[in-house]
Nanobody, 115 residues
C-alpha cells in the first residue's frame, strides 16, 4: 500500500504562485510514476503533470510554461510549482501515484485563484 499526504493549496491572486507537495509512504519501491490531476467544478478530472520513474515529464497544454513538476526520489515526494496562476486554474488538485499493482490518489487540495 501507498499513502499520500498533500499540502500547499490555498487562495492566491491571478499571477501569483503556489507550490504543491505530495509525500508518498508505504510500499514506495513499487512506484512507477507520480503526478498531479485536477478537477474544477462541473468538469472532469484532468491530467496536469506527470513524471514517470526515469522518464520525461509531461504536462497538460494549458499549464505548459507555467507549471513545473519535480520529484525527489529520496524523499518519495512530488512537487508542482505553479506560476502565473489564472482563475481557470481553480480546482481541487489530486496527487496521483502509479505503482506496480495499483493506482493511489491523495485526498485533494483546493487551489483557488481569484482577485
Amino acid at each position: 500500500q501507498v499513502q499520500l499526504a498533500e499540502s500547499g493549496g490555498g487562495l492566491v491572486q491571478p499571477g501569483g504562485s503556489l507550490r504543491l507537495s505530495c509525500a508518498a509512504s508505504g510500499s514506495t519501491s513499487s512506484i512507477k510514476a507520480m503526478g498531479w490531476y485536477r478537477q474544477a467544478p462541473g468538469k472532469d478530472r484532468e491530467l496536469v503533470a506527470r513524471i514517470p520513474s526515469g522518464g520525461r515529464t509531461n504536462y497538460a497544454d494549458s499549464v505548459k510554461g507555467r507549471f513545473t513538476i519535480s520529484r525527489d526520489a529520496a524523499k518519495n515526494t512530488v512537487y508542482l510549482q505553479m506560476n502565473n496562476l489564472k482563475p481557470e486554474d481553480t480546482a481541487v488538485y489530486y496527487c496521483n501515484v502509479d505503482s506496480t499493482w495499483s493506482t493511489y490518489w491523495g485526498q485533494g487540495t483546493q487551489v483557488t485563484v481569484s482577485s
